[in-house]
T-cell receptor, first 110, second 115 residues
């Protein structure tokens, strides 16, 4: 069964304290891995998609990387406005469905 | 502005009542999706549609129904058969074809509560 596991469930950082979020997956025939940001009471906002091992994408303080078994979302010198839940998802093998992890809730304190 | 519009933002359902959640997109996307989000759980797929007048059940379709009469619209009805409807409902859409890159874009969500 295709699965996506995100860790940690919650992460508290001080402003400027860099860290990484993890997304491990098991899926047959990876057709992309997606990162979303979700603010409370809002819909997920697309951040990145990665398609092959070794690929990296960057946006402001965020950098996503991909290996054959997991992806990392690195947050460099975070600010309080980076506080959100970060979701990871992969397409289920051979179908239209996206399998989502439960998310990592990031809190950045000033 | 192009995007996905969900309405209403908040909805209350009485016992035995059917309620319909609206989802409209002006992105010219072919595929549309409905997800349910509960605290501590990942998004779960309710229904999806890749083309007008056609749709498929997702993982938790029981107690829900959909229609796709227009490309832009994919309403979700939560029927009285859904015994635990309280959740955050998200609509998404995706362009098809090699340029679309499989990316699903989401609306702002509808929070449904039971009175």
């Amino acid at each position: 069964e295709d699965q996506v596991t995100q860790s940690p469930e919650a992460l508290r950082l001080q402003e400027g304290e860099s860290s990484s979020l993890n997304c491990s997956y098991t899926v047959s025939g990876l057709r992309g891995l997606f990162w979303y940001r979700q603010d409370p009471g809002k819909g997920p906002e697309f951040l990145f998609t990665l398609y092959s091992a070794g690929e990296e994408k960057e946006k402001e303080r965020l950098k996503a990387t991909l290996t054959k078994k997991e992806s990392f979302l690195h947050i460099t010198a975070p600010k309080p406005e980076d506080s959100a839940t970060y979701l990871c998802a992969v397409p289920q093998g051979g179908s239209e469905k996206l399998v989502f992890g439960k998310g990592t809730k990031l809190t950045v304190n000033p | 502005d192009g995007g996905i519009t969900q309405s209403p933002k908040y909805l209350f359902r009485k016992e035995g009542q059917n309620v319909t959640l609206s989802c409209e997109q002006n992105l010219n996307h072919d595929a549309m999706y409905w997800y349910r989000q509960d605290p501590g759980q990942g998004l779960r797929l309710i229904y999806y549609s890749q083309i007008v007048n056609d749709f498929q059940k997702g993982d938790i379709a029981e107690g829900y129904s959909v229609s796709r009469e227009k490309k832009e619209s994919f309403p979700l009805t939560v029927t009285s058969a859904q015994k635990n409807p309280t959740a955050f409902y998200l609509c998404a859409s995706r362009g098809l074809g090699s340029g679309a890159k499989n990316i699903q874009y989401f609306g702002a969500g509808t929070r449904l509560s039971v009175l």
